[in-house]
């Protein structure tokens, strides 16, 4: 809809200039945006300002000037008011709004899609976790921002990527490996004493029933460090294809696994020291080396090889994220926990470091869900083994549940995830209330088929029925999903689609409670019935980002 007024505000540029008013070589850009309050009209623009202070005229004197300029659009445009400095507001006509409808159900689930991303390549990695332990409903979380993020930036017109980086390397590996060879050797009779730091949840004790399986008791035959990189490897592998089932049962699935192992594999982690050393971005202190990090936007420099000789995470990250670039990828977006917030300025450090723009990395971070279930808060510890898995809240609860509840705050908000209200078949229940609306949808069309409803080409159809407040105020909503998109798009903040569905789901129940769409009036019931087409469009559309069924009927 901003289209429009944009395509009516340089054509009144452009007459201004023929006619010798401006003189503008080109017109610059300029926004159009929806006011705060309902009192500054439905849209307004800075247009006059930004001329203004190339012209060294008042922007009030261009404001006039361009208003003066709008002739021919009395059918879209009811008033138009210049205010404070040289704002332009314009207020539309409700004919504005019901020749968007007829673009809405044309479109069907190709409304909303925008070219803003140009095709972009942007890579997102997200979850990421360590294959230490199966994924918690806190690596959900961060699972369904990726990939609900993802998908916004497909609408808007990115060609994206999406991607799991493993950290299949370091001390956690070796201590789940420790973890599984100490339950091995318990269950086959040996007096080991369990780790305190080790990961003591029950997968650990099936991992290693699954080796003696295998295996039998060869390992009690070998010394520890012999066993060890066995035990690492399968006890990993078991855990990441216990991920990935997850995933793909979450309606999650990767264009890429990443395995930070193979980085150093590769020879590309001695690569990217040996080529930040030779620039000088990188000195020895203590028997360490440094990234001079702080040379970069860091506060302090980081080390990237200790003294011991072993190599930091910060040492493969950059490697990692070279390669990023490397693929082609112009936006880099990570999706990562809270307990990283201090991570990110050693990341864009090091991108900066490495003659990349840092503008172009972005970080998304998630904070914990409390998990709850009868007001009492569920404990989510991996090491511990106290913790509700991923795939147990999804049986209990449903996909479609634990996707919509994961999204309805921002990432950097803690969540508050009830399990009794994620189950009830109420109005309470904020993905049923969604859904149900979409399946009432569903059946007052499928009422109009049984009635023989004939709707003509949604062209020709009169739309002037449509008075209602209530009703304008629906349609104005279904109109601005584009608009959402590129919000959300460019804002990085996938959680307004929840709002947005919640907002337009709520008016439409109300709606469905005080009047009838199909009555007496055939062309008040057409019209009533594009409407609600219409609606179902954007519901079924902004469902299917979020990852979450469209139920026909509930």
């Known amino acids: 809809m901003r289209e429009v007024l944009q395509n009516i505000l340089r054509s009144a540029l452009n007459k201004a200039r023929d006619s010798g008013d401006i003189e503008l070589s080109e017109v610059p850009s300029f926004t159009v945006e929806k006011p705060r309050e309902a009192r500054f009209g439905d849209f307004y623009t800075n247009l006059a300002m930004v001329i203004a202070s190339r012209l060294t005229r008042k922007p009030r004197d261009v404001a006039n000037l361009i208003k003066n300029n709008i002739n021919g659009y009395s059918n879209l445009i009811s008033k138009i008011e210049i205010a404070g400095p040289g704002f332009i507001n314009f207020f539309m006509t409700p004919d504005f709004w019901l020749e968007g409808l007829r673009d809405v159900v044309s479109k069907d689930s190709g409304y909303g899609s925008l070219g803003i991303g140009r095709n972009e390549k942007v890579l997102v990695e997200f979850v990421s976790a360590n294959p230490t332990g199966p994924l918690h409903v806190g690596h959900g979380r961060g699972a369904v921002i990726g990939d609900v993020l993802s998908n916004i930036l497909k609408k808007a017109g990115y060609d994206v990527d999406k991607e799991y980086y493993i950290n299949d390397v370091g001390l956690q590996m070796e201590t789940l490996g420790i973890s599984t060879l100490i339950r091995y050797k318990q269950i086959l009779g040996e007096n080991a004493e369990f780790p305190e730091n080790g990961y003591k949840g029950d997968y650990i004790n099936d991992i290693a029933r699954d080796i003696i399986l295998k295996k039998g008791n060869y390992f009690l035959q070998t010394t520890d460090k012999e066993s060890l990189p066995f035990f690492i490897d399968f006890s990993a592998g078991v855990i990441l294809n216990g991920i990935k089932k997850d995933l793909e049962n979450f309606g999650i699935v990767f264009n890429r696994w990443y395995s930070e192992k193979s980085l150093y594999e590769k020879g590309m982690v001695d690569e990217i ?282």
């Open 273 to 554: 020291i040996k080529w930040l050393k030779e620039r000088e971005f990188i000195y020895e202190k203590d028997s360490a080396l440094w990234l001079k990090a702080s040379a970069f936007g860091d506060e302090k420099d980081r080390v990237v090889r200790r003294g011991t000789g072993y190599y930091t995470y910060l040492a493969s990250d950059i490697a990692y994220h070279k390669e990023k670039y490397e693929r082609g990828f112009k936006k880099v977006i990570n999706v990562w926990g809270a307990d990283h917030h201090g991570y990110i300025p050693r990341i864009r450090s090091a991108i900066k470091a490495l003659g990349f723009d840092n503008k172009t990395f972005s970080v998304l971070l998630v904070q914990l869900v409390n998990l709850k279930r009868g007001g009492e808060v569920i404990s989510m510890s991996t090491r511990s083994g106290e913790f509700t898995e991923l795939s147990h809240v999804v049986k209990e609860v449903g996909k479609d549940a634990v996707r919509f509840f994961c999204m309805m705050r921002s990432s950097d908000s803690h969540l508050d995830f009830d399990l009794n209200l994620a189950k009830e078949q109420s109005s309470e229940n904020p993905v049923y209330y969604v859904q149900y609306a979409h399946a009432r949808i569903c059946n007052i069309l499928k009422q109009a088929e049984v009635c023989k409803i004939k709707i003509p080409d949604v062209l020709s159809i009169n739309l002037q029925p449509l008075k209602l407040s209530e009703e304008l105020s629906i349609i104005k909503k279904i109109l601005i999903f584009p608009e959402l998109i590129e919000k959300m798009a460019v804002s990085l903040e996938p959680h307004l689609i929840t709002h947005y569905l919640l907002d337009l789901s709520g008016d439409f129940h109300s709606y469905y409670n005080k009047y009838r769409v199909i009555s007496d009036d055939n062309d008040l019931t057409i019209a009533r019935l594009i409407m609600v087409k219409a609606l179902g469009v954007v519901i079924k559309n902004s469902l299917n980002i979020l990852g979450v069924t469209a139920p026909e009927e509930m």
